[in-house]
Every structure is written in C-alpha cells, then in structure tokens.
C-alpha cells in the first residue's frame, strides 16, 4: 500500500512564506510525476504544479513566481516553496503522485489526506 503525508501547512500573515512537504512511502517501485493541487471553500480542486522524474516543471500561471515546486527523488518527497502568500492562497493543499508498486506494473494516481493552509489578511 501507499501512503502520501504532507506536512508544514498552517497559519501565515499575508506576505509571509510557507513550505510544505509531502513524503510517499509504502510498496513503491518507482514513481513518476508528483504535484500540488488546492481546494479552497466552495471551490473545485486546481492543480498548483507539478513535477516529473527528471525534473522538469509546470504551474497555474497565477502562481508562476511566488510558488516553486521541487523534489527528493531519494527520499520519495516533494515539496512546494510558497512567498508573497495572500489571503486568496488560502486552501487546503494536497500532495498526489503517479506511483508504480511493481516492475510492470501501472502508475496509479495516489493521494495525501491534504494540509490547510490558511493566509490572514
């Protein structure tokens, strides 16, 4: 089985930084792109961006600048570096990854339970 367990989110003033982790563990035989999405009140979930394997990156365009996304290849971990954070970043966060548990074996989407983080104006 795999799990996702994000980590670091919480209350920030507007302005402030954030970074928030999210580590796989579990029956992992490899995995390949791993991302953030967001959920806030009354809204759909949005991708914020994501990360592949090599490295390569993508992210909403309204968040291109203030949020970096990176990974741990060793450590199955991928984090999300957020500044100049404002009132409308407010939301949960979750952590998703395409996880493969087996050589042969398909990728899965697989997903963390999400961490609130919440921006005071």
């Known amino acids: 089985q795999v799990q996702l367990v994000e980590s670091g989110g919480g209350l920030v003033q507007a302005g402030g930084s954030l970074t928030l982790s999210c580590a796989a563990s579990g029956s992992i035989f490899s995995i390949n792109r791993m991302g953030w999405y967001r959920q806030a009140p009354g809204k759909q979930r949005e991708l914020v ?19 970096t996304i990176s990974r741990d290849n060793a450590r199955n971990t991928v984090y999300l570096q957020m500044k100049s954070l404002k009132a409308e970043d407010t939301a949960v966060y979750y952590c998703n990854g395409m996880i493969s548990e087996g050589h042969g074996l398909a990728y899965n989407d697989y997903w963390g339970q999400g961490t609130q983080v919440t921006v005071s104006s």
């Open 49 to 67: 961006a994501f990360i592949t394997t090599g490295g390569s990156t993508g992210y909403a365009d309204s968040l291109k600048g203030r949020f």
